[in-house]
């Protein structure tokens, strides 16, 4: 496509606040890796630093509360058809493949490493989601329209509940983070929260 071409956004439902019960709810933290998260990273995403903040606020409510906290860890290995698309990335073992220290994951915590998009992928992930009898599922992680919108997309689809509040996430463009919001609420009828603040496990 020459040139730029000026689309709207359609509407999509932004919610101050939501409430969820801790023992029936996962946070689930995508990728929050260095090669994505440090300006030293392979693939860096610039909007992603200022997420950790909130992401941390929000982990820290979510385990005194005593929910489950999974984060998924993309993961790759020699000649993954991946770095054929993005370049080498997060490979298996590397700094850059680390959870990034800010967010380490805590004793108690899963981390569920995948190979593509999709947290569900190849993974245990839905298998370890029942057997705690989890219902709702608050998603954060980058990148939104990429592993965060296919996770999302693929919890919904198991019936999962989604929630995903905005200063969690990061995209490369501000169409693709809306675009990601506007497909999970109007799509996934997942549930957009303004910010981790709103976001209250009871
Ligand atoms: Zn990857």
């Not at 409510?61 to 005593?66: E, L, M, N, P, Q």
């Not at 709702?136 to 919904?156: D, K, Q």
């Not at 109007?186 to 910010?195: A, F, N, Q, T």
Request: proline share 5%.
């Amino acid at each position: 496509m020459a040139g730029k071409l000026l689309v709207e956004v359609p509407e999509y439902e932004v919610v101050e606040r939501v409430d969820l019960p801790a023992r029936e709810t996962a946070v689930i933290v995508v990728d929050m890796q260095n090669d994505f998260v440090n300006p030293k990273g392979r693939l860096f995403v610039p909007t992603a630093p200022k997420t950790v903040e909130p992401i941390k606020r929000l982990l820290e409510k979510a385990r005194s509360a005593g929910a489950r906290v999974f984060y998924t860890q993309d993961t790759h290995y020699d000649d993954d058809p991946e770095y054929r698309i993005w370049g080498e990335h997060v490979r298996y073992g590397t700094w850059g493949w680390q959870i990034v220290d800010e967010l380490k994951p805590q004793p108690g915590d899963i981390v569920v490493m995948k190979t593509r998009y999709d947290g569900f992928y190849g993974t245990p992930l839905d298998d370890l989601l029942r057997v705690y009898g989890i219902k709702n599922t608050v998603i954060v992680g980058t990148v939104a329209n990429i592993c965060v919108l296919h996770t999302a997309a693929s919890a919904a689809l198991r019936w999962y509940k989604v929630v995903i509040p905005i200063d969690g996430i990061s995209a490369l463009t501000d169409f693709d983070l809306h675009a990601t919001l506007r497909q999970v609420n109007w799509l996934y009828k997942g549930i957009i929260v303004r910010s981790v603040e709103g976001i209250n496990f009871t």
